[in-house]
T-cell receptor, first 114, second 108 residues
Framework: KAGVTQTPRYLIKTRGQQVTLSCSPI?????VSWYQQTPGQGLQFLFE???????NKGNFPGRFSGRQFSNSRSEMNVSTLELGDSALYLC?????????????FGSGTQLSVL | QKEVEQDPGPLSVPEGAIVSLNCTYS??????FMWYRQYSRKGPELLMY????GNKEDGRFTAQVDKSSKYISLFIRDSQPSDSATYLC????????FGTGTSLTVIP
């Protein structure tokens, strides 16, 4: 069974630009969550999508947005990039069934903002 | 107060040592805990999960939950250089809450 696929693996952008990251979950999984990982803050939850609807959201500004398509693939968009947005962005998929879920992560997209 | 707190280390041990990795949590609701291992430049991979007090073993790994002290631990027996990675504890809640990770190096 194929794992979670994230593209691209690396991105270099400049301040003020916008970026779109893509995630393909494990086949059959309906939930996709996005996390930002930085050395100082660890893994911080951005949002979760389930069946094309945002089910949960973390404490990030509105510049961070996402969506999920009918095939469960998800995209995350960051507009007006800031230097502090440099991080590893991780996508995790799960069945979305509820309690005691198991999250499966992709390898992430390393975003550098110059 | 963060939902999950984890000592960042780094931790460096000789091959064959017993490693103890620890986290504390603040909210007693949702008693489902996980440990993830993350190699450099990779995403976290699920190592173990548990939803009860006591110990759960899987090979050289043991996950322990102490609900009275709100403490979760991961023990690695006979540590190997291939265990060198960052270990993240996680707890289920309204979302999943992760510790900041403990960097472990096992020296041959």
């Amino acid at each position: 069974k194929a794992g979670v696929t994230q593209t691209p693996r690396y991105l270099i952008k400049t301040r003020g630009q916008q970026v779109t990251l893509s995630c393909s979950p494990i086949s059959g999984h309906r939930s996709v969550s996005w996390y930002q990982q930085t050395p100082g803050q660890g893994l911080q939850f951005l949002f979760e999508y389930f069946s094309e609807t945002q089910r949960n959201k973390g404490n990030f500004p509105g510049r961070f947005s996402g969506r999920q398509f009918s095939n469960s693939r998800s995209e995350m968009n960051v507009s007006t990039l800031e230097l502090g947005d440099s991080a590893l962005y991780l996508c995790a998929s799960s069945s979305g069934a509820g309690l005691e879920e198991k999250l499966f992560f992709g390898s992430g997209t390393q975003l550098s903002v110059l | 107060q963060k939902e999950v707190e984890q000592d960042p280390g780094p931790l460096s041990v000789p091959e064959g040592a017993i490693v103890s990795l620890n986290c504390t949590y603040s909210n007693s609701a949702f008693q489902y805990f996980m440990w993830y291992r993350q190699y450099s430049r990779k995403g976290p991979e699920l190592l173990m999960y548990t939803y009860s007090s006591g110990n759960k073993e899987d090979g050289r790994f043991t996950a322990q939950v102490d609900k009275s002290s709100k403490y979760i631990s991961l023990f690695i027996r006979d540590s190997q250089p291939s265990d060198s990675a960052t270990y993240l504890c996680a707890k289920e809640g309204n979302q999943f809450y992760f510790g900041t990770g403990t960097s472990l190096t096992v020296i041959p």
